[in-house]
């Protein structure tokens, strides 16, 4: 059974940092795409980054350099450094494998 668990999100003033992981089980992922989608409050849930398992990583347009998706596959773990953060960044953050989501860790941007 696949399983996606996220960590790493909190509270942090405009400018600030962050590092998301998203440790996955129940499969070898290092083949495979793993991605990270946002949703903030009354909004829809939107994508942010993915990297492939072979191939360049996509990004979002607002990321504009901010934020870097990397991956360890001996861990089964993919990350998201997100810099230069912004009240906009505020949003339940989402790992995504195929179908399947982890339960979303919340990142809050104070101004």
């Known amino acids: 059974q696949v399983q996606l668990v996220e960590s790493g999100g909190g509270l942090v003033q405009a400018g600030g940092s962050l590092r998301l992981s998203c440790a996955a089980s129940g499969r070898t992922f290092s083949s495979y795409t793993m991605g990270w989608f946002r949703q903030a409050p009354g909004k829809e849930r939107e994508f942010v980054a993915h990297?492939?398992?072979?191939?360049?990583?996509i990004y979002a347009a607002f990321v504009k350099g901010r934020f870097t998706i990397s991956r360890d596959n001996a861990k089964n773990t993919v990350y998201l450094q997100m810099n230069s953060l912004k009240p906009e960044d505020t949003a339940v953050y989402y790992c995504?494998?195929?179908?399947?989501w982890g339960q979303g860790t919340q990142v809050t941007v104070s101004s």
């Open positions: 990297s492939p398992g072979a191939g360049m990583t």
């Open positions: 995504r494998y195929q179908d399947y």
